[in-house]
Each structure stands twice: as C-alpha cells, then as structure tokens.
C-alpha cells in the first residue's frame, strides 16, 4: 500500500515528461508510470498540475547577523517560505568569525536550524584563516559539511580570504572531495574605487554598482578558478551576476576547470535601473544588479548551461532595516526570494522560452543536487530517492506581494509581479510541509543532511 498517490499529473523528468502518476511510501518515491494502481492511504487528482523535484535552493542565509542586525528570516519562517515556493531542501552557511572554531560555528548553526520544517545542510564558512583552519575543515568534513565559503572580498569583517590561505584551502577541500564555493568579487578593485568616490556620490544608491562593477567580479572569477585548477579542487562560483565574469566562468570550462556556477532570480529579471528609484535601498546587495545584456546573457547561460543551477541568496531585510543611513555602504546586503524561485523560473524561465521543462527541473534542482553531494537523495522523481515533490497548477496566474507571501520580510523585490504558475501542495520525504497556504508539518521535523 502506498501512503500517497499522485494522480494524472504532468512528471517532470529530467530528460522527459509524460503523464502520470507518483506514488510515495517510507517517505520515498516508490513508483511512477501511467496507471498506477493503489491500493494508497492518501490519493490526489493532480490533473493539469506539473509534479516536479522538490526544488533545491543552495545558497540562503536564515537569521544571519550583518552589522548589529539580522536577516528576517529564522528558520522556521524561512524554511515554511521555502516550502510554499517549492523548495524541500536548502543549504545556508556556518556563521564564522575570528573568535570561534568552524567546528563550534557548525553546532552553533545546527542549534538555530533545529525548527526548520524541510531538510537543510551548510557549507562551512572560512573567516579569519589561520594554519589551524585546515585540521578544523576536515572536523566539520567529519560532520557532514562538504562545502565551503570562502570570499575574495570583505576584508574589513575578515571574511577574505587572501590568496595564499584560499590555495591551501582548497588543497585541503580537494583532499576531503568537497567543494570550494566562493564569493568572488576584487576587493583591491572595489576599495580603489571607494577611495576614489565622493561623500556626494556615495550619498546615493547608484554608487553601489559604481563601486564593486562587474569588472570586480569577473577578474575575482578569474583568479579563483585559475588557482582551484591549480588545488584539482572542485569550484564552485556563487551568485555570478555579469557577462564579464561568466566568460571567464567559459573560459575556465573551456581549459577543462571542475567549475560550476549559479545566478540568482534579481540577476535575471532585475537590472541597475532600480538605483535610480526612490526606493532603491531596498535593492541593496552584493554582488550588485547589473545592466540589462548581463540579465540576457546570463538565461542564456542558464538555458545552455554555462550556469548550472539557480539559488536566490535569500537574506532578506525588512523596510526598517533598510532604512537609510546616508550612504549606500551603511544598508545591510541582501533580498529574499525563496518563495518565488521555482514559480519565478517556470513563469519567466519555461514560459519566456529559455527552459524547458526538464530544463527547469535541472536548473533548480538536479544540478545543485549533484554538485553537492546529495544526488541521486535529492533533485529528481526517481524511485528510491526523498520524496521530495513540488506540485505547480501552470494555470494559477496571481501578483506577487510581501504581505501574502510566508517570509517575514515586509519587502519583496519583485512586488506588484504577475507570476503564472503557483505551488499547490510540497511534500517533503513523503509528509505533505504545504497546502494552499497551510503548513500541516510540525516545525523542527526537517532533518540535517549529512553530505
Ligand atoms: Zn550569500
């Protein structure tokens, strides 16, 4: 007997689509073909409704402290968004500082993560190197943490990391089969630029796309796979949001680099054009939005898989937070998008001709499963796998608004957006976590993945 059985939906797989039905059982995909026969415990006429994979978002950040605040969401209010976008896993970070072992920012992050209702991992994030960190990397490897952060920026906070730590680093990820994930912007760039900025200029919000271009990234991606190369260690390029930095992604392919990449839903349907608005504060994040040809060119990474997957770099602020404090360098960085990713891409992805539907379960689940380490648990409708499943009624149209998504942000970056395309129910490992705007799963039920 199964426990669930999804009825005469569309499947979504990754090289086909065909109509039919999904059983689920010990919180595992059972089965699925056409005509499936119960007997079930529970079944659901999903007619005219897309079955996709639980879709995976790799890269969040629930209540992470930045500059005496922290980011709206914890991880009961954002693993509930998440799950009414779609989303049964998420990855967030560690939360290093100088002061503390990667061991103890792991099981300080495992504590606050305890309420999440989908299941969640970290990569472990390199702040303040010394020698010491590389016996702490293979600890949380012990742990079950395969990835790591490491930034080429933000040296004041002492989350750069220079490039002779980043090598020795890497050397070590490549020993543990874990992947170097990095935040890749030039500091040196963007500090020559502030330095060169007035108090004027910096007064409005434009100054932060002037201050860290797309030049600061793409020389950043150029160095950073130069030297994973280097360590044969597996590079991973976070929220890649320009032209120029994708084509030293290409290149780098190119000459055979394990490189992959993943672009957030504001570097596809944002541009820098919000800096000019009144309310451009609320647009504040790193690295910044660009012009319109990076927007292009980066769904036609997507679509031809020059970027492998999307992530949202949820990190939401409320409008209070975001209150403006004279300078642009005074906003904490970040949106919050986990809900919309899925629904975001199917509307403006599959149905704006740049993803098929099997290109869209790729994007936003299969190929950050894979690169992680949680492939074939996670990112696809295979029997034995979670059962981790997205049900999405193409037919719902409905616009976008913060008060009625489940963030606890009172912002959106994409308010007042119509969306076709919406989640109707998510299962996580078998048990329904979303319902039409209910969340019938207990808080604290998601579990730790140990990759
Ligand atoms: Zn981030």
């Known amino acids: 007997m199964y426990d669930v ?50 879709a995976i978002d790799p890269h969040v950040h629930m209540e992470l402290p930045v500059g005496g605040t922290r980011s709206c969401d914890d991880f009961l209010t954002g693993t509930r968004a998440a799950a009414a976008g ?11 500082s100088r002061e503390t072992t990667m061991v103890d920012d792991l099981s300080a992050r495992l504590k606050a993560a305890a309420p999440s209702v989908i299941d969640y991992g970290f990569h472990a994030e ?48 490549a020993e543990l089969g874990a992947v170097a994930s990095v935040h890749a912007e030039d500091e040196s760039l963007i500090q020559a630029r502030l330095a060169l900025m007035e108090d004027s200029e910096k007064a409005r919000m434009t100054a932060l796309g002037l201050s860290r271009p797309d030049l600061c990234e ?39 680099t394990d490189v992959t990449a993943e672009t957030c839903p504001h570097y ?49 602020f409320t409008c209070a937070q975001k209150e403006w404090k004279g300078a642009f360098d005074r906003l904490p960085y970040g949106m919050g998008s986990v809900e919309l990713m899925l629904p975001l891409a199917y509307s403006e992805g599959v149905l704006g001709g740049h993803l098929t539907l099997s290109g869209l379960a ?19 409708l295979l029997p034995g796998a979670d059962a981790d499943v997205a049900v999405l009624d193409p ?30 129910r998510t299962y996580s490992r078998g048990e329904l976590v979303y319902s039409q705007g209910t969340f019938p799963a207990r808080p604290g039920r998601g579990l730790f993945l140990a990759r």
């Open 5 to 54: 059985l999804l009825k005469n939906g569309m499947l979504v797989l990754p090289d086909d689509v065909f109509a039919g039905d999904l059983a689920l059982r010990g919180g595992r995909i059972a089965a699925l073909g056409s005509g499936l026969d119960g007997p079930a415990a529970e079944t659901v006429d999903v007619s005219g409704k897309l079955v996709l994979p639980g």
């Open 86 to 96: 779609g989303v049964t896993t998420i990855l967030d970070f560690t939360v290093g």
């Open 126 to 173: 390199m702040v303040g190197w010394t020698p010491a960190r590389l016996d702490e990397m293979r600890e949380v490897a012990e742990r079950g943490v395969r990835s790591f952060k490491f930034f080429t920026a933000y040296a004041a906070s002492g989350r750069r990391t220079e490039n002779g730590p980043l090598f020795e680093s890497m050397r070590v990820a």
């Open 218 to 256: 793409a020389s950043a991606v150029h160095e950073v796979v130069w030297l994973a190369d280097r360590a044969g260690v597996q590079v991973h390029i976070m929220h890649l949001s320009s032209a120029l930095g994708l084509e030293e992604v290409r290149e780098a392919r190119r000459r055979g």
């Open 268 to 316: 596809l349907l944002l541009t820098d054009e919000v800096y000019g608005r009144p309310d451009a504060r609320f647009y504040s994040a790193s690295p910044a939005l660009r012009g319109d040809g990076d927007r292009r060119a980066l769904w036609d990474a997507l679509a031809a898989g020059d970027v492998d997957f999307l992530s949202t770099d949820h990190c939401p």
């Open 362 to 380: 790729e994007r936003t689940a299969a190929a950050a499963a894979r690169r992680y380490g949680l492939w074939p648990r996670k990112g696809g």
């Open 395 to 424: 037919a719902a149209e409905w616009t976008v608004s913060a008060g009625t998504l489940h963030s606890s942000c009172d912002f959106s970056p994409y308010e007042g957006r119509t969306i076709r395309g919406r989640i109707e």
